[in-house]
């Protein structure tokens, strides 16, 4: 086989040089961006073959192209693990991502002028739940529920009377900003009341489901949509899961509704993903996830930092700086050159703007692939309050310090699938 590194370099040393930088910018900082993480050396393999050559538009069984000899087998093995791990009717593997994998809900069930139920965007929710600058909101009449001011969680009193007013022919629940465990069983009851589809959107806590860290949304929820990507550990991907009723209608929408050939790269790596999810290890993974987030909260409560809802139940920890000198963005960018990644965010009832915020977003799915663990979470919740407070100060001899002390660090955690120390 082509060594394929040597080729890249050979034909495009320019791209060549890049990736080997991002590889080593990935082995040298400390990835607290919630919706990241490391994929394994398999997933890699997997992502990066001749799949990647090969047109599957339709499903297994019922193709346009002729030529699908391993690729359906293929799609059928990450169909039947995804079903097996999640316990689920019916898996689509086809969505390109987690944003298309929602708008194939839009199609499923709803038409353009319908309601949808989501959480807001400022509130922790997703654009694809309904927000006004995405598709899902120019085209559909969007309704969205908050989280209490005083407890940083939804109130489910809130969110029954916005369904008995605004009668949503879908409610989505979960979000990208959401430090605790979603109640599904609250969520369904209202979705009940209304005739409503509900639509649990598990993209950042697929792999802590998974693994039996979270509660799932299975019998609950009759369709949930998850990116592959996030704590599950798997490629850049999404999937569709659904009660048997659904089945076709998803199916429907993904593809011709949607997407015209499925990334069978992706499919092959989601497969290869969603067999190591189903381990041992990964279960105490995705315990360990947890443990981290909590040691970093109590970390970060004991040095005074605010978090929304005061602390985290799952991967997530979403820091409010409202009383800090420093905003979301300046202190991202300071803890960016202390070789620590996370995003600025909003925070709910934030009285900044969304490209300026005063939240920063957190989580620990990457570091706990790296094998860090609760003595590392202390320091690192040590080092972003200095940070922090460096930032407010201009002192950028502190944060050059703290990024000697991270270096020290991620060099003793080599990260998986990363090949350079
Ligand atoms: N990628 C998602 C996240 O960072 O949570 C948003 O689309």
């Not at 490391?38 to 050559?53: C, D, K, M, P, R």
Request: some cysteine.
């Amino acid at each position: 086989m082509t060594d394929v590194r040597s080729a890249l370099t050979a034909t495009d040393p320019e791209i060549a040089g890049l990736i080997a930088s991002e590889e080593q910018r990935q082995a040298d900082t400390i990835r607290l961006i919630a919706s990241e993480n490391y994929v394994s050396a398999a997933v890699l393999e997997a992502t990066g073959t001749v799949l990647t050559n090969k047109y599957s538009e339709g499903y297994a069984g019922k193709r346009y192209y002729e030529g699908q000899q391993f690729i359906d087998p293929i799609e059928e093995l990450a169909i039947a693990r995804a079903k097996s791990l999640f316990g689920v009717d019916h898996a689509n593997v086809q969505p390109y991502s987690g944003s298309p994998a929602n708008l194939a809900v839009y199609l499923a069930f709803l038409s353009p002028g319908d309601t949808v139920l989501g959480m807001g965007l400022a509130m922790g929710g997703h654009l694809t739940h309904g927000h006004a600058v995405s598709a899902t909101g120019k085209w559909f009449k969007a309704v969205h529920y908050g989280v209490r001011r005083d407890t940083g969680v939804v109130d489910f009193d809130e969110i029954r009377s916005l369904a008995l007013e605004h009668r949503p022919k879908v409610i989505f629940c979960g979000g990208t900003a959401v430090p605790r465990t979603i109640d599904y069983a609250s969520f369904a009851t209202i979705a009940a009341e209304v005739g409503a589809v509900l639509v649990a959107d598990i993209a950042h806590i697929a792999g802590l489901i998974a693994g039996g860290a979270h509660p799932s949304p299975v019998g609950h929820a009759s369709v949930i949509t998850t990116t592959t990507h996030k704590t599950l550990r798997g490629p850049r991907g999404a999937m569709i899961l659904c009660d048997a009723e659904h089945a076709a209608a998803i199916d429907k929408a993904v593809f011709p509704g949607l997407q015209g050939g499925p990334h069978n790269h992706t499919t092959a790596a989601i497969a290869v993903a969603l067999r190591e999810a189903a381990t041992d290890d990964f279960k105490a993974y995705a315990h360990a996830i947890v443990a981290n987030s909590r040691a970093l909260a109590t970390e970060l409560g004991s040095r005074g930092v605010d978090m929304v809802s005061g602390g985290s139940d799952n991967h997530l920890i979403l820091i409010d700086l409202t009383n800090r000198d420093v905003p979301g963005k300046i202190a991202a960018k300071a803890l960016d050159r202390a070789g620590i990644e996370c995003n600025y965010n909003a925070v709910p009832f934030d009285t900044r703007k969304p490209f300026d915020p005063s939240g920063l977003r957190i989580g620990t799915a990457a570091v706990t692939s790296r094998g860090m663990g609760v003595d590392e979470m202390r320091q690192i919740g040590r080092w972003i309050d200095e940070v922090v407070t460096a930032a407010g100060k201009g002192d950028e001899e502190s944060i050059t310090k703290i990024g000697a002390e991270v270096r020290s660090v991620t060099s003793a955690f080599p990260a998986p699938g990363i090949t350079v120390a």
